[in-house]
């Protein structure tokens, strides 16, 4: 098997399962993010688009749909014993054979965290049902430790858009809406996942110098965004052909290129965040809570001002306000309307 070693990863030209018996240890991997074979003559899908093949790298080797549940089986469990505990993986599937990937999960100890739909426009042209236009991401983790979830790594909690929403909540509801690229006159790929994709999945799920791998490599996607993230990448690509068109360009990366194209979230935490009240924290609080209500201000307002004043988040002055009977919970609050 033929293995090209760069300062940031390791990428192999051969096939995923005897290549990560023979060259993954154990628990080796932080993030896996994969796309793999269609299993529906995926080498003929540009029958079914308007677009020219002539800039599409050959070699495209697929999985006959009478071995495809044995063949998830085989690469899944692998992915499970090369990925450390507290690992996650994102496994990309249309719906053709997503019950043989979803089958071959449960034979695993790997646990889902979501199940999440990316959506896209322009699905495959159809007159006689509906268009298809998503795919599955299917968000794993392996139990053993705490998983990597970088919750802020993009949006701040505090972040608002314009009509008030949290972005942060935003961006992580489980429909993603992101459009495929389109690469005219550029060698690529028979298909490839977004950079805004993957780069959301190596943001929220791995930390820089995190190790990311990617079973099926195709047209390196995951690598080129995990290098220009600054993590270390390696994965394996059984097309000679495919392989040795995107090595040069891997060759060619600078690690961190992307980091300048991140938007800076908006980062808001109190000097105090954390911190355990005391006694006179808490007489403190409902004085100036009683005060500040008795000057007339909205509750808005007064978790402000408090917030301001006691170094701690909107959160943590409402739930001490809470546990303190000053504010009262949403469920006493209409027992009491229901009585009166």
């Known amino acids: 098997m033929r293995s090209v070693t760069l300062p940031f990863g390791t990428f192999y030209n051969g096939d995923c399962i005897g290549g990560a018996q023979a060259h993954l240890p154990d628990n080796s991997v932080d993030l896996i993010i994969t796309d793999p074979p269609y299993g529906i003559e995926g080498d003929k899908l540009h029958r079914h688009y308007n677009r020219n093949e002539e800039y599409v790298v050959g070699g495209y080797v697929e999985i006959p749909a009478t071995e495809y549940g ?63 236009s998503h ?54 790929n028979k298909n490839e996942l977004p950079v805004q994709i993957l780069t959301k999945m190596i943001q929220y799920s791995s930390h820089k110098g995190d190790r990311v791998c990617d079973f099926f490599l195709g047209g390196f996607s995951t690598a080129k965004v995990a290098i220009g993230l600054n993590r270390h990448a390696c994965g394996f690509e059984i097309s000679e052909q495919i392989f040795e068109t995107k090595i040069p360009e891997i060759e060619n990366l600078t690690p961190g290129y992307l980091l300048s194209s991140l938007r800076e979230p908006v980062l808001d935490n109190p000097e105090n965040s954390w911190k355990s009240w005391t006694a006179d924290e808490i007489r403190q609080l409902t004085a100036e809570y009683v005060r500040l209500s008795a000057e007339g201000m909205t509750k808005k307002q007064i978790l402000h001002e408090l917030g301001e004043t006691h170094g701690r988040g909107h959160w943590a002055i409402l739930k001490a306000l809470k546990k303190n009977g000053l504010i009262p919970e949403k469920n006493r609050t209409s027992k009491r309307t229901a009585s009166s």
């Open 135 to 188: 795919y599955h991401i299917l968000y794993y983790e392996k139990p053993g430790r705490e998983r990597t979830f970088n919750l802020e790594s993009r949006y701040g909690l505090s972040e608002k858009s314009p009509d008030g929403r949290s972005q942060n909540n935003a961006d992580r509801e489980d429909v993603w809406i992101i459009n495929r690229e389109y690469k005219p006159g550029t060698v690529k």
């Open 70 to 132: 044995d063949f998830s089986i085989r690469w899944v469990k692998e992915a499970e014993r090369v990925l450390r505990p507290g690992g996650s993986m994102y496994i990309v599937s249309g719906y053709t054979n997503l019950y043989s990937i979803l089958h071959a999960l449960k034979q695993t100890q790997l646990q889902e965290v979501n199940h999440l739909i990316w959506r896209y426009s322009f699905g495959v042209f159809t007159r006689r049902k509906y268009v298809s």
